[in-house]
């Protein structure tokens, strides 16, 4: 507002001042063109003065009649000629005068067309500094509208990141919340999952002392210790399974060796695997008719003892006469799970791609001549 104040009392100072110029240059050449018609004027009165002067009539004593002197005398040549080389002498000075006076006026007049010129020239640059005036006015103005819309945004802005600060802290304590709340999911779904497992295992061995026939054996699964021997179809009944109790130490076990043995540098892996092998006389064995599984789907699953190297699954036999099933396997991916028996032994969720860590969540439960009594789990990742 101060701005536009300023402009309003720049603006109109400009027009008085042109004005006030205005008015004055009209006023002095008005002035001398009166001076000059009055000089003009005068000297036309002294020029007729000049020409009636002659004798005046004579008049009474009293002055008030005129005297008849009856026929004017003759005067005398000389003083006439005396009385005319004056009038000339006297009429020279009136041209001389007046062509002074001409110039005056000239002069006056170049004056006047000057003082216009100049009154002119101060229009023009009133006008300029008029339109300046007027086109810096409405920059101001357009300035001034631009930065108070700045202000409104700036106010906006700031409002919006208070907002969004006060979001995201809340966002940050929700996340904090959420990480709390997983923990504490994990640790109960590994208490439920514990639970689940020790309520699974004692009523598996309920059922298999009461020889129920819902856990019956899969069938049609082709068993093989020789692979140069003919197989053939074994159904049978599970054999008893008496104690579960060293599955939770056996999968520690596994799991913990096979996390040192990925760090051990050189052949130290290998090494760490066969004192686990040796430890705990583990039966080594893997799928035999793997390429024929890959062509057809129908085959049947075929098992052979092998060695270390050679080896994708682990046996460690048990109390009870039966094999608690480990995978023996580097990355688990779509062929050994579909081929190579994985899918058969262990529930894992796999749909595709390839993993490096396998992790033993329950061993799969199998008997010495390779029947498979229950699943496994493993989680991958």
């Given amino acids: 507002m101060k701005i536009k104040v300023k402009l309003l009392i720049l603006i109109f100072s400009c027009i008085f001042i042109l004005g006030v110029g205005a008015t ?3 006023n002095v050449g008005d002035s001398a063109l009166v001076f000059a018609t009055q000089k003009m004027d ?3 009165v002294a020029s007729v ?5 002659g004798k005046k009539p004579k008049t009474s004593e009293n002055g008030n009649e005129p ?6 005398k003759q005067d005398d040549p000389a003083k006439l000629k005396e009385e005319i080389t004056d009038l000339k002498t006297q009429i020279e000075n009136l041209n001389n005068e007046m062509a002074s006076l001409k110039k005056e006026i000239e002069d006056l007049k170049n004056q006047t067309g000057n003082f216009n010129i100049v009154l002119l020239i101060v229009a023009a640059l009133s006008l300029l500094c008029f339109i300046s005036i007027i086109i810096l006015f409405r920059r101001l103005i357009g300035l001034e509208m631009a930065r108070d819309k700045e202000l409104k945004e700036l106010s906006k802005l700031i409002k919006n990141n208070f907002k969004n600060n006060q979001n995201v802290e809340k966002f940050s304590l929700a996340n904090r919340f959420r990480v709390d709340l997983k923990v504490e999911l994990k640790e109960l779904s590994k208490r439920i999952s514990s639970l689940e497992t020790n309520l699974n295992e004692t009523q598996y061995t309920k059922n298999t002392f009461a020889e129920s ?3 019956s054996p899969k069938t049609n699964v082709v068993v093989s210790t020789n692979i140069n021997k003919k197989t053939e179809v074994i159904p049978q009944k599970p054999k008893v399974v008496s104690s579960f ?3 939770n130490s056996l999968e520690s076990a596994f799991n913990n060796m096979i996390e040192e043995a990925a760090n051990a540098p050189g052949m130290g892996s290998i090494t760490i695997k066969q004192e686990f092998v040796n430890d705990r006389h583990v039966i080594m064995f893997k799928c035999v008719n793997y390429d024929e599984r890959a062509n057809n789907s129908h085959a049947p699953l075929l098992f052979a003892k092998c060695t270390l190297a050679e080896s994708t699954l682990w046996g460690v036999p048990q109390a009870d006469g039966t094999l608690a099933v480990l995978p023996n396997l580097s990355s688990y991916e779509t062929n050994i799970h579909f081929y190579g028996g994985m899918k058969e032994l262990f529930i894992s969720g796999y749909k595709s791609g390839s993993y490096k860590h396998i992790k033993v969540s329950r061993p799969a439960i199998m008997t010495t001549d390779f029947q498979i009594l229950r699943q496994g789990e493993l ?3």
Wanted: glycine share 16%; no cysteine; hydrophobic share 30%.
């Fill in 245 to 247: 109790s060293s599955f």
């Fill in 24 to 26: 004055v240059l009209t």
């Fill in 49 to 53: 003065g000049g020409k009636d002067s």
């Fill in 42 to 44: 005068s000297l036309s």
């Fill in 379 to 381: 989680v991958l990742g």
């Fill in 67 to 72: 005297i008849d002197e009856g026929e004017p």
């Fill in 213 to 215: 026939p819902n856990l």
